[in-house]
């Protein structure tokens, strides 16, 4: 068996906390009160439940101040997983139990005794042993040491399961002290039965049993005599009581007869009464009858038929009925005519009426157009006038260009030209005066000069002068200067009269312009009119032949009215002939009807006559039979009045009383003889039973005298069985005496060398002696502490070891869990303590848990985990110690 993880939850100082555990040895290790013991508890706790606990009680278990806890385990046992979950809850100040659940390879098990049997079942072994075999706890040094040997032999016996065969050995021992008290039993039995036997035996009971016998004989004989004798008595009572009854039903039947005879002759009388009325009425129907027949015959003459028969008539019937039915439809069907062509005639008059309003209204719309055309073509003869004066008129402008110096067109230009040689003249002209004033001017002042006798030119005295001459010369050039302006100036009028000219001829151009753009937008009015003009007359002829159509058509509707109304004038006409005829049928009908009612009244008469005959006839032969009846019951009434006289009746009466006397009498000595037969009877039964009860006395006799054999012989059984069970269950424990004490003195050695002992004793009985080197026993209780934590660990590892070898089938092997081993030890143990965990390992052992905070012991771990409380949580924490870490505390 291998844990593989634990999970707890509010488990004492634990909150929440989960640990995965492998093979090999696992050291748990942390300060003191961080939680190591606990996590060992829990495991213990997740398998036994309450039975881990010991005194403590399940509120222990759960974190103080919390209301629930949870311990969780998960395990392989033989290749198989399995997983433990329990839940405890307080209520009040006491913890139960809320759920506990074993899941398993073959189902789950719940509730808490189904699961600790299941696993006491896989483990082979209860919470005690698994204390006193794997789980070494802290402080339980001398648990083993000090138990007395029964304790131990108890303990070991139950390990290796030897208990059983010890509660065989007792449940024997139970049967054989059981046979041997039901034996002596059953010897009572048997002398208290012999007894009995005997008694019963000396009664003679056969000789009372047939002195009995024959005197109900003789009892039983007369019974019978007695009996037939009464028989014959109850026959003449008999016969005589049915003669008396005879004679009474008789005059019953008399009477019976009186009365019958009376009421056949008053019934006969009622249905003569009823013959009687039955013929009145009957001819009362004749005369009936008659009277419709010649109603009949004056009907016959009105019908073309020949004799009044149902068939003829009902067949004349239907031929004038579908006659009237047909001439019906036709009516129908004239009127419809008449009322759907009185209707187009309507429709056809209102159509015409329409379309004459429409031609009147095309002929007036016509004349209408005929005004405007005429308005129209007046409009087109003013403008055609307009345009001519217009033409005429820009042909007299075009006229001024006839001698002009330009061609039309060029006027514009022309007076342009003029203008600038004018202005060019001018300014010559103002030039050539500016000169003539500057030659005067200097002429004025030569002559001053002159005059002062100076040069006229330079100022100075004319002597010499140089300049002498030159007034002359300026004389000559004002001449000229004047002669030139003189031209100049006629040029200038000349030029002023071309001008004006010019501006004449622009003038001219632009009036020219005019009067061509009026004449073009009053010929282009002119065309419209002439379009719309034509567009009119279109029009109006076209109104014109729409007013003839209209014309038309509303005369042809009118002659199509007066046809269909002449049509109306037959249809009318043709209804009369139709309602006469239709009155005629109706009247022939009535007759026919009539005279077909006459024959069915006729018929019903003549059955209601025959049925009135019929009846007549039956009632008449029910009288003759009645009338037969009774004179049939006249002649019976006759006959049984002669049946009976009054000596017959007499006879009768005095041997019923004889009778009945004498049946009292015998009746009263029957019933005393059967009582004296019921007695005999009883005393008979009683000796009987007796004589039975002796019989089966001998039966009982003889079975418990076969039942005591067979006792017998089974106490012995059971004491062989005992002493068998009890052999074996030593010869087995002497085997485990033998093997455990090898085992132990190995494991001793292993962990203890040490020259002071030489070998430990275990004797049949377990009990422990440890001898020293120079052969002196000492007892288990006389070793040091150190010595007995050593012999303690041995010890247990030794009986872990013969439970490993010595149970059949898979040894359970539980984890081996030491918690604190090396409390008591000096180190040199402590490397002994390390070898005998190894030589553990070795042997096989799966997992090895140890609660130690020793270095050497940390070192040879395979797997570490730390132990931690949260100062401030004050909950406790799981931590697996790295690879490394073990790796390196192995190493140093
Ligand atoms: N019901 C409980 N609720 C909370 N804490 C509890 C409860 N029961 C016990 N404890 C605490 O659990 C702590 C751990 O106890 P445990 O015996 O597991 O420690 P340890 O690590 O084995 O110490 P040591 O090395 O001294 O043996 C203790 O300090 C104790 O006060
Ligand atoms: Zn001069």
């Known amino acids: 068996m291998r844990v593989d993880r634990v999970r707890l939850r509010n488990f004492k100082c634990y909150g929440e906390a989960e640990l995965g555990l492998e093979r090999g040895v696992t050291i748990v290790h942390g300060v003191n009160g961080s939680g190591k013991s606990t996590l060992l508890e829990a495991v213990f706790f997740a398998l036994y439940g309450s039975k881990a606990l010991g005194d403590r009680t399940l509120d222990d278990v759960i974190t103080t101040g919390e209301e629930e806890c949870e311990v969780e385990l998960e395990f392989t046992h033989d290749g198989r997983s399995y997983r433990v979950e329990r839940r405890l809850k307080l209520r009040g100040d006491r913890a139960t139990t809320t759920k506990c659940l074993l899941e398993g390879p073959s189902g789950a098990i719940e509730g808490a005794r189904d699961v600790r049997h299941e696993v006491t079942e896989l483990l082979r072994m209860d919470a005690e042993a698994f204390v006193n075999c794997a789980y070494v706890r802290q402080g339980e040094v001398n648990k083993l040491i000090h138990a007395s040997p029964g304790e131990r032999q108890d303990m070991i016996d139950d390990l290796l399961q030897l208990g059983a065969l010890e509660e065989y050995r007792e449940r024997a021992s139970d049967a054989r002290l059981g046979v041997k008290s039901v034996l002596d039993g059953q010897r009572e039995v048997l002398e208290d039965l012999r007894r009995q036997v005997k008694r019963k035996e000396d009664q003679e009971l056969h000789d009372r049993l047939n002195a009995l016998e024959s005197s109900h004989a003789d009892v039983v004989d007369d ?71 010649d109603e009949r015959d004056g009907l016959l003459g009105e019908t073309e038929l020949e004799t009044i028969d149902a068939d003829a008539v009902e067949s004349r019937i239907e031929e004038l009925e579908a006659r009237d039915e047909e001439l019906r439809d036709d009516l129908e069907d004239v009127r419809v005519s008449i009322t759907e062509r009185n209707g187009e005639v309507e429709r056809l008059r209102e159509e015409a009426d329409e379309l004459e309003s429409q031609a009147e209204q095309a002929r007036e719309e016509a004349d209408e157009l005929d005004e405007r055309i005429e308005n129209d073509r007046e409009a087109i003869a003013d403008r055609e006038e307009t345009v001519d004066d217009l033409d005429d008129d820009v042909e007299s402008a075009r006229s001024a260009f006839d001698d002009a110096p330009v061609a039309f067109g060029g006027a514009e230009s022309h007076l342009e030209k003029l203008e600038s040689d004018r202005e060019e003249l001018v300014s010559t002209i103002n030039d050539v005066t500016a000169e003539i004033r500057s030659v005067e001017n200097a002429i004025e002042e030569g002559e001053r000069l002159r005059e002062a006798g100076k040069c006229p030119e330079c100022g100075q005295d004319v002597a010499g002068s140089p300049h002498v001459d030159i007034l002359e010369e300026k004389r000559e050039t004002l001449a000229t200067l004047e002669e030139r302006l003189s031209g100049l100036e006629d040029d200038r009028e000349e030029l002023d009269e071309r001008i004006e000219r010019a501006e004449s001829l622009v003038e001219a151009e632009r009036r020219v312009d005019r009067l061509e753009e009026n004449r073009e937008n009053v010929a282009q009015l002119l065309e419209e009119k002439r379009e719309s003009l034509e567009d009119r007359r279109e029009q109006r002829n076209r109104l014109r032949e729409e007013g003839d159509e209209h014309e038309r058509e509303a005369e042809t509707k009118r002659e199509r009215a007066s046809d269909l109304e002449s049509e109306v004038a037959d249809a009318r006409t043709e209804l009369g002939e139709i309602n006469a005829e ?52 006249r002649e019976h009434k006759r006959e049984l009045e002669s049946e009976f006289d009054d000596d017959r009746v007499e006879t009768a009466r005095t041997k019923q009383s004889n009778a009945e006397q004498y049946l009292e009498k015998v009746d009263e ?85 040490n020259d002071s002992y030489a070998a430990i004793d275990l004797d049949g009985e377990y009990r422990l002696t440890v001898y020293q080197k120079d052969g002196e026993p ?13 012999f303690n660990l041995s010890l247990r590892c030794a009986i872990y070891r013969l439970l490993a070898e010595g149970v059949e089938g898979t040894a359970p092997m539980p984890p081996l869990i030491l918690d604190e081993p090396t409390v008591f030890l000096d180190s040199g143990h402590v490397t002994q303590l390390v070898s005998l965990v190894e030589s553990m390992r070795d042997l096989g052992v799966e997992q090895i848990v140890v609660v130690s905070h020793d270095e050497e012991l940390i070192g040879a771990a395979d797997s570490l985990v730390r132990v931690e409380k949260d100062a401030t949580s004050n909950r406790s924490r799981l931590e697996r110690g790295r690879q490394t870490e073990a790796a390196l505390l192995r190493s140093d």
């Open 669 to 753: 000595k029957l019933a005393s003889l059967e009582a004296d037969r019921d007695e005999l009877q009883g005393k008979i039964g009683g000796v009987e039973e007796k004589i039975e009860e002796l019989e089966r006395l001998r039966d009982r006799l003889e079975t418990v005298e076969e039942k005591l054999e067979r006792l017998d012989s089974l106490y012995d059984e059971a004491e062989t069985l005992q002493t068998t069970y009890g052999e074996l269950r030593a010869e087995l424990r002497q085997r485990n005496v033998e093997t455990l004490e090898r085992l132990l003195n190995e494991t001793f050695d292993l962990v203890y060398q």
């Open 223 to 293: 019974i019978e005599r007695f009996e037939s004798q009464r028989e014959n008595a109850r026959e003449t009572l008999e016969t005589a009581e049915s003669v008396l009854e005879r004679h009474e039903e008789t005059r019953e039947e008399i009477a019976d007869l009186e009365e019958g005879i009376e009421e056949l002759r008053s019934k006969i009388a009622e249905t003569e009464r009823k013959r009687e009325n039955a013929g009145e009425t009957l001819r009362e129907r004749r005369s009936e009858r008659e009277e419709l027949e």
């Open 582 to 633: 239709r009155g005629e049928i109706k009247e022939r009908l009535e007759t026919l009807r009539r005279a077909s009612e006459i024959e069915a009244e006729r018929a019903e008469l003549d059955r209601e006559i025959e049925t009135l005959r019929q009846r007549r006839a039956d009632w008449e032969t029910m009288n003759d039979e009645r009338r037969e009846q009774l004179s049939a019951d």
């Open 778 to 790: 000492l007892e288990p209780e006389q070793l040091s502490g150190g010595e007995r934590a050593l």
